[in-house]
């Protein structure tokens, strides 16, 4: 399950993967990336959102402090600008990166307790789980955003594992 070195890989998955669908998002335009094309979150741009506000939480949750200010309970919500998304998605994702690059290896043992705004209780899982699940969720919306791109005509990269460039690897 979950430890270190692969918190750190998907990590590194994750930088490449909202790279490669912003990328191809940022050649459609604002119509295209707003408009309803019957997922579950509607649009790209609000699927985009749900991740960013989602990878926001788990973060705040396996580093113990506050969620960030700017998160509202409609996680759809969080876009205000395409340019303004694309410069905070890239801070999360370094933020996440350098949380993968520092946790100790005895981190993924026990449980992590939190409060679920969605559930309104304590909530408390296996650290090895919740660390899966960060990164299942974002392959999850992310194939849906794919599809959501290729459906508009846009033309993501490659998405496999094993075709990361190195220059991820690496980081």
Same mark, same amino acid.
């Given at each position: ?31 295209? /990336? #707003?408009?309803?094309?019957? $997922? ?10 749900? =991740?960013? @506000?989602?990878? *926001? ?36 994702? /370094? #933020?996440?990166?350098?949380? $993968? ?10 449980? =992590?307790? @939190?409060?679920? *705004? ?54």
């Amino acid at each position: 399950m979950a430890s270190r070195d692969y918190v750190l890989l998907m990590a590194r998955y994750n930088m490449w993967q909202n790279e490669n669908l912003i990328t191809a998002a940022s050649g459609l335009d604002q119509a295209a /990336r #707003q408009a309803d094309r019957g $997922a579950f979150f509607c649009s790209i741009e609000k699927t985009f959102s749900h =991740l960013l @506000w989602g990878d *926001g939480i788990w973060l705040s949750r396996f580093e113990d402090r506050d969620p960030p200010a700017n998160y509202r309970t409609d996680s759809t919500a969080l876009i205000e600008t395409w340019e303004q998304f694309q410069v905070d998605r890239v801070a999360l994702d /370094r #933020q996440i990166l350098d949380w $993968a690059r520092r946790v100790p290896p005895d981190w993924f043992e026990g449980d =992590l307790t @939190w409060h679920s *705004g969605l559930s309104g209780r304590t909530a408390s899982r296996p650290k090895k789980m919740v660390a899966v699940q960060l990164f299942n969720h974002q392959t999850h919306h992310r194939g849906q955003i794919h599809a959501m791109l290729t459906a508009a005509g846009a033309k993501p990269d490659a998405t496999d594992l094993q075709a990361m460039p190195d220059r991820f690897l690496e980081m």
